[in-house]
């Protein structure tokens, strides 16, 4: 979902609650995991999405509440593909 200049990956909702998820991959030999790929500007971005997305569209809606910033890491290896999902993973 674009939000101006900024993008979110997912924004779901699931009753009261809006989830905004930044998936993050990478391969098997990067350098950085793709938790560590989450720095601090990257944080700041989605941190200003979010905001944004919450003040012209989101906090108007009935019956939405509050709103999750979650962070799932998608590694890709040789045989498989590990999925890591952290709830509540950047702070709003």
Known sequence: MRVGRLELDIVARDGSL?????????GAGSYAGAFESVDARKRQRI?????TLWRTQLRDVEGVERLRLDVAAV??????????YAE???AA
């Open 18 to 26: 809006v989830v905004i998820v930044e998936v993050r991959t990478r």
């Open 47 to 51: 941190l200003r999405a979010a905001d």
């Open 88 to 90: 509540g993973a950047l």
């Open 75 to 84: 590694t890709f290896a040789a045989d498989r593909v590990d999925v890591e």
